[in-house]
């Protein structure tokens, strides 16, 4: 499904990602690990045509990706959540998913999915007209998550999506990706929660200083002795 071949990527002068490699196949959940500063946040961007990489592939669906700009990688079937939220303050929950549709032109079909995530987000539906930078952080986390929806990806890219939430909301949110893939949608989690995170991932790996450290399934990652070392605060 995707396919990045030896990523490298920078912000000028400073180099972010050194040859990153990294494939999803359909029906996953794939996370990338890693603490603040990995790079994690910098690859979703090279993926989602936000950052060019200064050398590497990315091949999605057969269809190379290089150069493609973002919005036409959305209508290629990516759809990326930034971390922080990013919803459009002053715009309603409605049209904020209104907005994450603009790729499509099939009204009867983008009101029967807002009905959809109202469903599955029923807070969502109770706010509709209500503007989205009155939201909690929470709610606004929902709201970014059925909006990347509104395009109907079969890969989201999910960038830190229960940062700085309350234990309880953190756990409805991975509740709601597990419910997502479940339904068919494949997902990249990029997320700092690494126990949590292998938990619900198939495959994960850890980046470290824009490399890849540690790859693997994620039921033999929560066993390695460096894994729990490092990233799950453990005694080995």
Do not use: W
């Not at 959305?74 to 922080?84: K, N």
């Amino acid at each position: 499904m995707l396919v990045v071949d030896d990523i490298h990527a920078q912000y000028g002068r400073i180099k972010a990602l050194h040859g990153v490699s990294l494939n999803i196949k359909e029906g996953e959940i794939v996370a990338l690990l890693g603490a603040n500063g990995a790079g994690k946040s910098t690859f979703l961007k090279v993926i989602s045509g936000m950052l060019k990489p200064t050398s590497g592939s990315v091949t999605f669906m057969g269809r190379p990706l290089n150069g493609v700009r973002p919005d036409q990688v959305v209508i290629a079937g990516m759809s990326h959540v930034p971390e922080g939220r990013r919803v459009f303050p002053m715009a309603t929950v409605m049209t904020n998913l209104e907005m994450g549709a603009f790729t499509r032109k099939d009204k009867e079909g983008i009101k029967k999915d807002i009905a959809r995530y109202f469903e599955i987000f029923p807070i969502l539906g109770q706010r509709r007209n209500q503007k989205a930078g009155t939201l909690s952080g929470g709610e606004q986390q929902m709201l970014a998550i059925a909006r990347g929806l509104m395009s109907r990806p079969s890969l989201l890219l999910l960038d830190e999506p229960a940062m700085g939430l309350a234990p309880i909301l953190v756990q409805e949110i991975y509740n709601i990706i597990k419910e997502l893939n479940a339904a068919g949608t494949s997902i990249l989690l990029v997320e700092q929660n690494v126990h949590k995170t292998l938990q619900i991932a198939d495959r994960a790996y850890v980046l470290e200083c824009g490399v890849v450290a540690i790859s693997g399934l994620s039921e033999e990652l929560q066993k390695s002795a460096e894994v729990i070392k490092c990233y799950l605060g453990e005694a080995v």
